[in-house]
C-alpha cells in the first residue's frame, strides 16, 4: 500500500468514525431529552416552574428541616424552644435556625463520650488539628461541670433562602462530618480498662 492509499484509508476511517459519533451523541440527546421529559412532564424536559422543581431559594424554617429528616426516615423530635433536635451514632444533634431572620442554619452535634483525663491533652490538639486540616465541621470543646463536652458545628448563612437540594446537602455536612469527627476522638478515647474503678 502506497503513502497515498494510506492517506485515502486513514482519511475514510475518520469520517466513519465521525459519522458514528454524530449518530451516538444524536442518540444520547434523544435519550436525555425523553429522561428529562419523563421526570418533569414536559416534552421540553424544563421544569413547569422552578418552584415545583424545588429549585428555587426559599426561607428556611424548622418544617422544612424536619420535612427533610422525615423524607430521610430519621427519627427526631422537637424540643421546647421549637428546636429540631435527633440522636445519631449515640450523639445528640440539633437543627438550629440563627440569625435576626432565622437565615443561618446550624447543624450541631455534641459527641456523648466523656474525656478521661489523661487523654484530655490529646483530645485538645485533635480538635487544634482537625480545626487546622479541614473545613467542616467547626470542633471545640467546652468545660461543663468536671468533664470536658466536644461539639461540631456546621452554619450556612441562606439569607436569601435555600433549596430544597442546599438544605439537604448542608443537613448530610453537618451530621457526616461530625460524625466523622467523633469518631476519630472515640478512638482516641478507649473506655475504661480493667483496673479502673
Not at 44 to 52: C, I, N, V, W
Amino acid at each position: 500500500m502506497t503513502g497515498a492509499d494510506r492517506r485515502g484509508a486513514g482519511r475514510r476511517a475518520l469520517h466513519r468514525a465521525r459519522r458514528a459519533a454524530g449518530a451516538v451523541g444524536r442518540a444520547a440527546q434523544g435519550v436525555g431529552a425523553r429522561v428529562a421529559a419523563a421526570r418533569t412532564g414536559r416534552a421540553d424536559g424544563r421544569a413547569s416552574s422552578p418552584r415545583a422543581a424545588g429549585t428555587s431559594p426559599r426561607p428556611l424554617s424548622s418544617a422544612r428541616v424536619a420535612d427533610d429528616l422525615t423524607r430521610r426516615g430519621y427519627r427526631f423530635r422537637t424540643d421546647d424552644d421549637g428546636d429540631v433536635t435527633g440522636t445519631w451514632d449515640g450523639n445528640r444533634f440539633w437543627f438550629l435556625l440563627l440569625g435576626d431572620h432565622d437565615e443561618i442554619l446550624q447543624v450541631r452535634g455534641r459527641w456523648a463520650g466523656s474525656v478521661p483525663g489523661h487523654a484530655r491533652l490529646a483530645v485538645l490538639q485533635a480538635v487544634n488539628d482537625w480545626n487546622r486540616e479541614r473545613v467542616w465541621p467547626k470542633v471545640y470543646a467546652r468545660p461543663e461541670g468536671d468533664d470536658l463536652a466536644l461539639y461540631a458545628e456546621v452554619s450556612v448563612d441562606f439569607e436569601h433562602g435555600a433549596t430544597d437540594e442546599q438544605l439537604a446537602a448542608t443537613v448530610s455536612c453537618g451530621l457526616v462530618t461530625s460524625s466523622q469527627f467523633f469518631s476519630t476522638v472515640g478512638a482516641m478515647t478507649p473506655g475504661p480498662g480493667p483496673d479502673a474503678d
